[in-house]
Structures are given as C-alpha cells and as structure tokens.
C-alpha cells in the first residue's frame, strides 16, 4: 500500500489577530466536553478579557504537552523562567 502523503492545509491569519494580544493573568474553567480558557488583561482597579479559547480535552492535553515541550526548549536555550506572582486582588466577572 502506498503510504499517504501529508495534506497541506493553508492557514490564514485575519487583519485583526495580526497583533495578538496580551493577557497577564488566565481563568481556566471545563466541562465535561470542553476546557474554556479566558485571557485578561488586570491592572487594577480593572481588568478586560482580551480572548477566550474553548478546547476538546483531547485538544488540551496535546496543547499542555507542547507548551511543556516550549518552556523545556526555552529555558534550555535562554535559562531559567521564573514563575509570575499570583495577584492579591480579588478578581470577578462584570457584565456591562
């Protein structure tokens, strides 16, 4: 049997994303079919979400292996990462 070849798929990447954005603080929730990782930007008083990303648990636990496998390289390359403090401020949700 011959052996497939890979299929090649485009990405685009849209007009607004081109930036990303910046997040300094994460809120990780799940279900039972999916993980819902919020990103927010705090400094206080406030804060904003500046995205939400939903995955399978499938999908989460190859994600959680490859940032494993970054942080491992980077710090192999560039030294050691210190872990960010955790904010002492206490931090809800407000719908506008």
Same mark, same amino acid.
């Given at each position: 049997?011959?052996?497939?070849?890979?299929?090649? *798929?485009? @990405?685009? &990447?849209?007009?607004?994303?081109? !930036? !990303?954005?910046?997040? /300094?603080?994460? @809120?990780?929730?799940?279900?039972?079919?999916?993980?819902? +990782?919020?990103f &927010?930007?705090?400094?206080p008083?406030? !804060? *904003? @979400?500046?995205? =939400?990303?939903? +995955?399978?648990? !499938?999908? +989460?636990? =190859?994600? *959680? =292996?490859? &940032?494993?496998?970054? @942080?491992k =390289?980077?710090?192999? /390359? *560039? $030294?050691?990462?210190?872990?960010?403090?955790?904010?002492?401020?206490? +931090? $809800?949700?407000?719908?506008?």
């Amino acid at each position: 049997m011959a052996q497939q070849e890979p299929q090649k *798929i485009e @990405v685009k &990447l849209p007009d607004n994303l081109i !930036g !990303g954005v910046y997040s /300094n603080n994460a @809120v990780i929730t799940h279900t039972k079919e999916e993980f819902i +990782m919020t990103f &927010l930007m705090v400094s206080p008083p406030t !804060g *904003i @979400v500046t995205s =939400r990303v939903i +995955m399978s648990p !499938g999908h +989460m636990k =190859r994600f *959680i =292996r490859a &940032l494993q496998e970054n @942080v491992k =390289r980077y710090e192999g /390359n *560039i $030294g050691k990462i210190e872990e960010a403090s955790v904010p002492k401020a206490k +931090m $809800g949700f407000k719908t506008t």
